[in-house]
């Protein structure tokens, strides 16, 4: 059943309760720094605030595209009358957290998107959390990273991203700080019902942490367990595929790109099918570049890629130096994650808007790493 502009475009009283509230978790969020410094008040302000835009910009961007946001609302609105049936993985799991939202609270499209914004900004306030206490509550500039367009677009809207931006947040939030076990389950969770592909992929990178630092294991287990998570990856590889994000597109970035009519063109879409895994690789951090750029989001897409060079450089220039002691389980695990992620969706790469969409789950440990290579590394003598 199609879904009429009348119905995107309603906007409720309850839909302006909900942007006051909205606004006024970002003033509550943004005062719980205050005790650290009213630069970082001031600056979570400003997270806030280019989010609460970027809800709105993708927002209006739906109404005259197709967008997956709009798919997930209408089946919600008119397939489902359990909330029961919409329990699952994957997109399932999407129709499952609006379920309520659009049938129990009685929220609109435009209502609904203010939820997952907020669960996003709730990812950038943990992960805010975790790069103040590792510059030990020190003002830098590196803090104004934070407020690149680009993830905030991704992490605002119905859908994927914007729960497991917020899921992997959390959970590196919880395993910095030391937190309870049981504090763990509600990140875990959101993980594995949005994307089990990526919650793997995050073991083997805590797998391969511990291979490297823990002093307990002696050699010949290391070697043990590093040839059984190898093989069992080999195994399980093919059905990880078919998880990878590349067979779940977000139909806007296609919409955005014209995939369709571009993938014989040689667009966006492209065929890295003779290129090794390294250029594969390199082309799903940094691509779309200038010589990419087909339209105005292409282009600032490409001049925000310069910032994510930057970064990549500047962790491996300090490579070769050593972490605090304290931080090496933290740094390593995030720098693993970030190739266990990454690898496994560049092997398939041929369409860099994916690419751009999914660095949402790797920006909190391509963060927590560069922070931990700038304050925790070990001066050379």
Known sequence: MEISRE????????????????????VALAQKFRNVSIKFVRLFALIGITHLFFTFVYYFYTLN??????????????????????FGQGVNFIYFTLYPLVKFFGFTYFGSFFFYSFLGLLGYYYLLKVLIDITKQKWANWFYLLLLP???????????????????NLLVYTYY???????????????????????????????????????????A?????????????????PFLIQRIGFVDTESIISQLEDLESRKA???????????????????????????????LLSLIISLENIFWVFI???????????????????????????????????????????AVRQKTMIVPFLFITLFLTIYKAIPSK
């Open 265 to 295: 063109q040689g667009g966006t879409t492209i065929d890295m099918s003779g290129e090794n895994l390294f250029v594969k690789w390199i082309s799903y951090l940094f691509r779309p570049f200038f010589y990419d750029a087909r339209n």
């Open 312 to 354: 990549f450089i500047k962790i491996f220039k300090n490579l070769r130096m050593k972490i605090f002691e304290s931080y090496r389980n933290m740094y390593w695990f995030s720098f693993f994650c970030i190739f266990t992620i990454t690898i496994p969706a560049a092997y398939l790469l041929y369409n860099l808007g994916i």
């Open 150 to 168: 680009n993830i905030h677009f991704w992490s605002v809207a119905i859908g994927k991203d914007s729960l497991i931006f917020f899921a992997i």
């Open 177 to 219: 700080f030391k937190k309870s076990w049981y504090k763990y389950i509600l990140p875990l969770f959101f993980v594995a019902f949005i994307r089990i592909h990526i919650l793997f992929f995050l073991l083997i990178g805590f797998g391969l942490m511990q291979l490297l630092l823990n002093k307990k294991i002696e050699i």
């Open 221 to 237: 287990y290391k070697v043990f367990i590093f040839l059984f998570l190898g093989f069992t990856f080999y195994l399980l590889f």
């Open 7 to 26: 119905i995107l475009t309603r906007v409720t009283i309850l839909d302006i309760s909900v942007i006051l509230m909205y606004i006024i978790g970002v």
């Open 65 to 86: 595209n197709v967008a997956d946001s709009i798919g997930y609302y209408r089946r919600v609105l008119f397939l489902f009358d359990n909330w029961v049936d919409t």
